[in-house]
Every structure is written in structure tokens, then in C-alpha cells.
């Protein structure tokens, strides 16, 4: 009898931990880390789900990174990128439609300063690579002859780019992902959660009432923050000079290339933050508004709906939008 006693203890104290197990219990987000467009990725949520549902999405996240890494990496042999470059003729579809269209559409809002043609630039200097060197001007105005987002044409589904060039959506991949990604959670009845993909975030809902505060990097400081901006259901972007750069005789050689010129940008801005509920937009207009500087690119960002930015120069002074200044609160110094 004290056997079979025991016996149901253990299958209810089982049950028990079974079923509380299965719910977080709203304290805790769930969080989940993973490598994905060259970067480090996280998803973490926090609203009360059970470990079912939770894995589900988390699977469902994993899986549409694989999918959208697959497409819009130009190194990966066989993705529609790398496969365009080649052929300079595919038909696109869906994501891969939207992704270039967009990219058309924003190149032409920040005159240029944003261009997915800018790939034969940033092969010359190879700043992400470990075979970064100082091209000759003749090596440039060579490479430079092939970039010009006017080159690309969409027809229908036809896509074709002429002039020889390559294609790189390095500047907009990751915005364009994290758009999907708010709608996949959306459809799975997320509410709060933040999604970060290399420091691209994008903030799902509020936590426990309140928006999440994302923090902004002061460049060259390691990690330090300079800055917290409140963030409900928008993305938080920031492109900067002191993110992926090599150092050669003292001069910073950044990873975002002016397409004007075919050089690494140098000018009097260290990062640009943009907040907007369009993380695809986001993502190429910090890029552009780096390319831009600080004068030209306020003035864009200020004259745009649904953005918002904070611009750090040379000195590290912070200069905000009109949007952010007047709503003060919006963003705390540190
Ligand atoms: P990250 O990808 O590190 O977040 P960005 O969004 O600023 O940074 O994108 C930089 C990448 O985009 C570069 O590594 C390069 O592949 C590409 N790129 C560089 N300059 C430009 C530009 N002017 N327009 C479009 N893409 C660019
Ligand atoms: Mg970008």
C-alpha cells in the first residue's frame, strides 16, 4: 500500500512539475540566441506562453532566418543574391521582389547615398574581410563606373541589372528581416518581445505597460551607452563608423562606402540611430543618412514621416530630430 502510495506521489509531483514547467510564468522572458546574417540574433519574449507554443515560434524564427539568410547573402553559393550577381537576370519573387523594390525605392529618397550597387566598392577595399587593402584611384573610378542603382530594373517579376555590378544588401537585409519577423510573432499572438538581430532592434508591444528603453552605443567606447530611447512597436537602428571598420596608420576605414566617391565614409558623423516602424526603412536610412552627414541628413530625416533619428558626430554631441526633441522624454542621456 505505502509502495503504491509513493508511487502516485511521484506521478503527481511529476504532473505537477510537467505542467507548471509548460508556462512561464510572465517573469521570465523566453529568450533565444542564435548565429544568423553574419551576426549574433536574439528573440526574446515575454509574455506568458506555454514551452509548446514557445518552441513553435522559436522554431518557426530559426527557420525564416535560415530562409532569408539563404536568399540575401551574396556569399553563399546558390542564394538568389549570389546567383543574380552572376546571371544579372533572375525572376523575383516575393521577398526577394519586395526586398530589391524597396531597396529602389529608398536609394531614390536618400539620392543615392543608400545603394544596393555599391557591392564592387566594398569588394575592392574588403573592409568585413581580412583582405581589407587602399585601392589605386584607377582601381576605384573602375569599380565606382558600376554602381548606380539606376542600373537595376524591375519588370514585373523580371529583375536585370546592367553595367556589369553586383548587388550587396547587407545595409537593408537585416531591417527587411526583422519587418517579417514582427509579423510572424504578430501572427503568433506575440504582444511583447524584443527582437534583435547585430544590434538592430526592434521592440514588439511594451513590457509590463511601459515601452522597452533601447540603448545607443557610444561609438568607440566599447559598448558603453550614450543614450536610451523608448521604444514601442518600432525598430531602433543605428549604422556607425565604429561597428566594422579596419585601422590602418591611424585613419578609420568604416564599412559603409560612399557611393559618390568609392570610399569608406569620412565625414563628420560617427552613427546614425533611426527610429521608425519600418525596419526595412530604418535600416537603409541610417546607412544613407551616414553616407549623407549630418546636415543633409537631418534635413531628410526631419522632412520623413515615421522616422525619427539620433545623429552622433565626430565629437560624440548628440543632434535629434525635431520629433525627439519635442517629445524630450522620448530619449534619456546617460
Ligand atoms: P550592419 O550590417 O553592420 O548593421 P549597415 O546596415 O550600415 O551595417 O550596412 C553596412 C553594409 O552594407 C556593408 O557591410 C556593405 O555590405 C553594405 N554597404 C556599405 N555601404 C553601403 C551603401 N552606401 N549603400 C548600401 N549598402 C552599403
Ligand atoms: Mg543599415
Known amino acids: 500500500m505505502k509502495k503504491i502510495i509513493s508511487f502516485l506521489l511521484i506521478i503527481t509531483t511529476m504532473m505537477c512539475l510537467c505542467s507548471c514547467g509548460c508556462f512561464n510564468d510572465g517573469n521570465e522572458p523566453y529568450k533565444t540566441s542564435f548565429k544568423s546574417f553574419d551576426t549574433m540574433c536574439s528573440i526574446t519574449i515575454y509574455d506568458k506562453k506555454t514551452s509548446d507554443e514557445y518552441d513553435n515560434i522559436q522554431r518557426n524564427i530559426k527557420t525564416a532566418c535560415t530562409k532569408f539568410n539563404y536568399s540575401f547573402d551574396k556569399y553563399i553559393p546558390n542564394s538568389f543574391v549570389r546567383n543574380f550577381n552572376n546571371t544579372k537576370h533572375k525572376i523575383a519573387k516575393n521577398d526577394n521582389y519586395d526586398i530589391l523594390k524597396r531597396s529602389i525605392e529608398l536609394s531614390e529618397k536618400t539620392s543615392g547615398a543608400f545603394d544596393i550597387t555599391i557591392s564592387p566598392i566594398v569588394e575592392l577595399w574588403g573592409v568585413n574581410t581580412n583582405h581589407f587593402k587602399i585601392p589605386t584611384d584607377k582601381e576605384i573610378k573602375e569599380a565606382l563606373a558600376k554602381v ?54 526592434y521592440a514588439i508591444g511594451s513590457k ?30 543605428t549604422a556607425g563608423i565604429y561597428q566594422r571598420y579596419k585601422k590602418k596608420d591611424g585613419k578609420i576605414y568604416s564599412h559603409i562606402m560612399d557611393p559618390k566617391t ?73
Open 148 to 201: 548606380n542603382y539606376r542600373q537595376i530594373s524591375l519588370n514585373g517579376n523580371n529583375v536585370r541589372l546592367t553595367g556589369g555590378g553586383s548587388i550587396d544588401l547587407g545595409a537593408i537585409g537585416k531591417g527587411f528581416v526583422a519587418d517579417k519577423l514582427v509579423e510572424s510573432l504578430k501572427n503568433s499572438n506575440v504582444k511583447s518581445a524584443i527582437i534583435d538581430l547585430g544590434g538592430n532592434i
Open 208 to 237: 509590463k505597460g511601459k515601452p522597452f528603453k533601447v540603448g545607443i552605443e557610444k561609438p568607440f567606447s566599447n559598448g558603453k551607452l550614450i543614450a536610451t530611447v523608448k521604444a514601442k512597436d518600432t525598430s531602433v537602428i
Open 262 to 334: 568609392g570610399k569608406p565614409v569620412d565625414n563628420d558623423l560617427n552613427s546614425v540611430t533611426v527610429i521608425s516602424k519600418d525596419a526595412t526603412a530604418a535600416d537603409a536610412l541610417s546607412t544613407g543618412f551616414m553616407v549623407m552627414g549630418l546636415e543633409r541628413g537631418m534635413a531628410l530625416a526631419n522632412s520623413t514621416d515615421d522616422v525619427e533619428a539620433v545623429f552622433i558626430d565626430k565629437n560624440n554631441n548628440l543632434h535629434l530630430t525635431n520629433g525627439l526633441i519635442q517629445n524630450g522624454r522620448e530619449i534619456s542621456l546617460k
